[in-house]
């Protein structure tokens, strides 16, 4: 066996598997080719055999039939042989056998079985032993019968026969013949058996004439599969070739030739793919594209994305270096921007980004690069101009910003910007410091007062100031950790007594060369990197204990304490807020809480309950910032306030500013009507001071009141005669 | 079949030749039979004018001695008629039966009938319709018997009236009949025609030699011998004869089916006749000077008019 399959393995399986592979891979005409060749390989071999068993049936058909001729005749000649002692019947017998070649031996028994001669017996083929017993009861009962004889051929040598014939004699009944019924012959006839007759039969030359007719027919079959396999590989190929000619351009189409053409093919099939691909084409040109403008713009404004604007950053910073001209790069930033999405939501927000993007557009040259770095930043370049034509742009750009009023849910806002201008020049040329620079000297816009613009200056010591800069949130996580952030106390004074109600409550974080950071410069780093939770945390905790170290020489000491709306999304917030007091013996009714107007207007339904608990458990509250981005006064009425702190934008230019001073005695008069003091920010002189006093402001809280104190001071107001006597009157 | 019917009185007719061929039916016409041969009359003795009551024992009812029987009751008008084949008693009652009667005779018709008759029987029998009667020994002291055959000198005539150009017969015949034999050459020898006789065993030989002598003759003459001849052996020849143009006499006008050209066959009124002459001698002067075997004075001739009759 394990030879049988060497062999096979050798000269089959491995032929075909070599026929089938080419490189290494599989051939599709090879195996098509030799799926068919095999297929027709097959049907002809069993053509072949049933040919062949076809031929054999017909041929013992034909065996059977003669083999049934030839024991009458047999029968015949040898029943002489039996009964008369005939010399001729002998002799005839003799040539009979002779006259057929396919008759190898007659031999004939007798009754009992009992060899008598035989006659011929070529290649001692002949029957020269008695007949056994079987076999001489079923010749027997074959007497009689249409076919005569026994007949066994030999399955291995199918060509070659023996056949046992009895053999008898009838006779009819005596009464038979004088009364003759042809259609009753059969029954009035009478048998007597008088032996047998075998013959051997080999019908070798059919037998040989049929293996030459196969063996003709392999030949030719053999020559049609060769013939078919040299024609067929070539039609194969042919009708394939449409799929290699899609090599190429497939090939092209891989490395990112989306305009690639493809032939037209002649066939359905390969003229579907083709189809098929030229629409694959088409569909990745289009995810390209989209990929593209993904990449590059900002999907909500459609402006170009920081990643792109970057690109542009650096061929402009390449043109500069080229032609020697100097561009600017202008980084803004919207002031009031997340009252907005906090008040209104993201939605409003977006509809505000997306207003700012068209007016920003709208605002610089065609050539100009307009972009947005995501939230409310925006990055503008201005090109080929030096630093008065990039002053005049950022103008022109919050002149516009000033006039922009963005209206959502009835409410009007006023949308102001701070921009930083970062010049590109012959010696300022790489973009990531360019960038930097305009964010920084954006931050300087805004700490300035917002709404403006500030250019940065470049100085010796200006690497050191961005590093710094750049290092908030380090130092930021370091003051938090080390517990290095200062308190400042600034008083809030009565307009009317002059006396100092209570103290706002600062926070300053130290600064390396001992200066200290307002908080202006750091909390918006902070909101982003999501520390101001701890920041308002830290800040309760230490006005905790600072009211219960100088509560005791002042007798009465109240401080309010600014809380952002991170501190409210803390649920521990009441919880921290009451243990704070509790530990330091704080009165919660000497303590106000300060809260943006955005939140307090805004302020969802977790928020709400804890500023209840806070003035169930005895806080005041007082409404941060009033008036820069609401308008609505309507909201006074529904908040629960106690304290109302007009914004310092409305009192900074009040003396000259009739349109502030309607406003501001408009919230001092809605705030009273609403049972809430207000509180005047901002205030720098004793001319505003009485005017508030006037406008009928409760409150004030600024330079000229007091400055922030390390620690809580008394400062009364020094308040003029006749101001006194104002109010004594109106009193 | 168009059937001819031709009693020959103790004369013979002048027929066509005829020849089997394959080709299309052909009617025969046939002249009346002109009697031209001449065959010598029975030697014949006074007879008395009554017939003894007889005993007529019958093998079977088949019409070949059915008839013969009903011929025999117009000449004895007093007899008894037994039927081996139907009677619910064995054959030896019945002819015991018959001893004791007062029968003077018994007419046994077939070889059944006759082997019993011949055995039991104490009276004078006559035996008939039994070709093979040497084999079965049935001629006795007290038995005669009536050919079983058409008279041979007629039949000769007959045939070669019929095809006068016929001079070689073939007849194959078992053992036992050499009288016959020797009747039949005579007659053959008178009529010009000279006769082969082959003696055979078994219907294979008789295949056999008659294969090898239908090309020497120009008629085969079959006999009744039913040791030699089978349905097989009859066809067989029958067909042979045909190919090879031979025509076949056979005894019985239904073997014509199987191709024979022309059947010479007994008649019952004629055997009855006999029979009752023998009798009637019997009864006159004893068995003494009634030859054992009395042959027949008529002959029916049929022609088979589905084979083609070829003038030689």
């Known amino acids: 066996m394990k030879v049988v399959a060497d062999v096979l393995r050798r000269w089959i399986a491995e032929p075909v598997r070599r026929f089938r592979y080419a490189d290494g891979k599989r051939v599709l005409v090879h195996e098509i080719l030799w799926i068919q060749v095999f297929s027709a390989a097959l049907i002809g071999a069993l053509a072949i055999a049933s040919l062949y068993w076809g031929g054999q049936w017909v041929l013992q058909d034909n065996y059977g039939r003669w083999a049934l001729q030839w024991t009458e005749e047999l029968n015949e000649l040898g029943s002489p042989l039996f009964l008369a002692d005939d010399d001729e019947a002998l002799l005839r017998l003799e040539s009979f056998v002779q006259r057929y070649p396919e008759i190898q031996g007659v031999s004939y028994f007798g009754k009992d079985g009992t060899a008598l001669f035989s006659v011929g017996d070529r290649d001692g083929m002949g029957l020269t032993h008695d ?137 359905r099939e390969i003229s579907d793919i083709v189809e098929a691909l030229e629409t694959t084409a088409t569909a990745l040109g289009e995810r390209d594209a989209k990929l593209l403008e993904m990449a590059n713009h900002d999907s909500l404004t459609g402006l170009f994305n920081r990643r792109r604007f970057t690109e542009e950053l650096k061929k402009e910073i390449i043109s500069v270096m080229r032609k020697g001209h100097s561009s600017a790069l202008l980084f803004v930033d919207l002031d009031q921007f997340k009252y907005i999405n906090d008040a209104c939501g993201h939605p409003a927000g977006d509809r505000l980004i997306r207003k700012v993007a068209d007016e920003l557009v709208r605002s610089v040259r065609r050539d100009d690069v307009v972009a947005r770095f995501g939230g409310d930043e925006f990055a503008v370049l201005v090109k080929q101009t030096d630093i008065h034509g990039a002053q005049s742009s950022a103008e022109s750009i919050l002149a516009n910003m000033r006039r922009l009023a963005h209206v959502e849910d009835e409410h009007v806002f006023h949308v102001h910007c701070s921009i930083g201008v970062a010049m590109l020049t012959g010696n300022n040329l790489h973009f990531d410091e360019l960038i930097n620079q305009a964010d920084i000297a954006c931050r300087e816009a805004k700490s300035a007062g917002r709404n403006r613009l500030a250019v940065y200056e470049y100085s010796e010591n200006a690497e050191e100031r961005d590093k710094a800069d750049v290092g908030w949130i380090n130092r930021l996580r370091k003051a938090l950790d080390e517990d290095s952030f200062q308190m400042r106390f600034q008083p809030i004074n009565d307009i009317r007594t002059g006396e100092t109600t209570h103290h706002e409550v600062l926070i300053r974080l130290p600064a390396e060369d001992g200066t200290l950071v307002l908080p202006d410069a750091f909390l918006p780093s902070a909101m982003r990197f999501g520390l101001m939770s701890e920041i308002d945390f830290w800040m309760i905790e230490h006005a905790a204990r600072a009211y219960a170290e100088y509560s005791e020489p002042m007798r009465r000491l109240r401080l309010s304490i600014n809380l952002s709306a991170n501190a409210f999304e803390n649920d521990n ?152 006597r104002l109010w004594q009157t109106q009193s | 079949m168009a059937l001819l019917l031709a009693l020959f009185a103790l004369g013979g007719c002048s027929l066509p030749s005829l020849r089997p061929d394959a080709g299309p039916e052909v009617e025969i016409a046939v002249e009346p039979p002109v009697p031209e041969v001449s065959v010598t009359p029975l030697e014949r003795t006074p007879l008395p004018a009554e017939l003894p009551p007889v005993a007529i024992v019958l ?228 068995l003494s000077g009634i030859p054992p075997i009395t042959q027949l004075s008529e002959i029916r001739v049929v022609t088979n008019d589905t084979t083609q009759v070829v003038e030689r």
């Open chain 1, 131 to 267: 007949l056994g017993k079987s076999r001489l009861e079923d010749a027997v009962k074959v007497i009689g019968d249409k076919k005569p004889y026994l007949m066994s051929s030999d399955f291995i040598n199918p060509r070659q026969f023996e056949i046992l014939a009895p053999v008898w004699t009838e006779s009819m009944a005596e009464s038979g013949l004088f009364d003759f019924d042809p259609e009753r012959m059969d029954a009035q006839t009478r048998t007597e058996l008088l032996g047998f007759v075998g013959i051997q039969l080999d019908f070798v030359i059919f037998h040989d004439r049929l293996l030459a007719n196969i063996k003709g027919a392999i030949l030719i079959l053999l020559i049609l599969l060769m013939v078919f396999a040299f024609l067929g590989r070539r039609a194969l190929r042919r009708a394939l070739s449409s799929i290699s000619d899609l090599q190429d351009p497939i090939r092209e189409l891989a490395k990112g030739n989306l305009g690639v053409k493809f032939q037209p093919a002649e066939h």
């Open chain 2, 59 to 286: 093998t079977n009812s088949q019409p070949a001695y059915a008839d013969v029987a009903m011929e025999l009751t117009r000449h004895f008008t007093r007899h008894e008629i037994y039927d081996l084949s139907r009677s619910g008693r064995p054959p030896v009652a019945i002819l015991r039966s018959i001893n004791d009667s007062e029968s003077g005779a018994v007419i046994a018709i077939g070889l059944r009938a006759s082997q019993s008759a011949v055995a039991i029987s104490d009276k004078p029998v006559v035996f008939s319709q039994v070709f093979n009667y040497a084999e079965h020994d049935l001629l006795r002291e007290r038995s005669r018997g009536v050919s079983a055959l058409a008279p041979l000198d007629a039949q000769l005539a007959a045939w070669k009236r019929i095809d006068p150009t016929i001079a070689r017969v073939g007849v194959i015949v078992g053992e036992g009949h050499e009288q016959l034999i020797v009747d039949a050459r005579s007659a053959a020898e008178k009529h010009g025609i000279e006769l082969r006789v082959q003696i055979t065993g078994s219907d294979q030989e008789t295949l056999y030699f008659f294969r090898r002598m239908i090309r020497d003759i120009d008629g085969f003459w079959l006999l009744p011998d039913n040791r030699v001849l089978s349905p097989r052996a009859l066809q067989e020849m029958l067909g042979e004869a045909r190919r090879q143009q031979v025509p076949v006499n056979v005894p019985s006008e239904s073997m014509l089916q199987l191709g024979a050209v022309v059947s010479m066959s007994t008649v019952a009124s004629d055997i009855a006749r006999t029979i009752a002459d023998i009798v009637r001698r019997i009864q006159s002067g004893g």
């Open chain 1, 573 to 724: 917030l009441v919880d921290h807020v009451a243990a704070a007091f509790e530990k330091h013996s704080v009165m919660p009714t000497d303590i106000i809480l300060e809260i943006t107007e955005s939140l307090a207007v805004r302020r969802p339904l977790h928020v709400d309950r804890q500023i209840r608990r806070l003035r169930e458990l005895g806080c005041q509250f007082a409404l941060d910032d009033f008036g820069t981005g609401y308008s609505s006064f309507g909201y006074l009425q529904k908040l629960q306030f106690d304290y109302i702190k007009i914004d310092g934008t409305f009192v900074e230019d009040l003396m000259n500013n009739p349109v502030d001073q309607k406003m501001i005695r408009l919230i001092a008069e809605i705030g009273h009507e609403a049972g809430m003091k207000t509180i005047a920010e901002y205030v720098q002189d004793a001319e505003s001071l009485l005017l508030l006093g006037e406008l009928g402001v409760d409150m004030a809280q600024g330079f000229f009141v007091g400055k922030p104190t390390e620690r809580p001071l008394q400062i009364n107001t020094p308040i003029a005669i006749q101001s006194r």
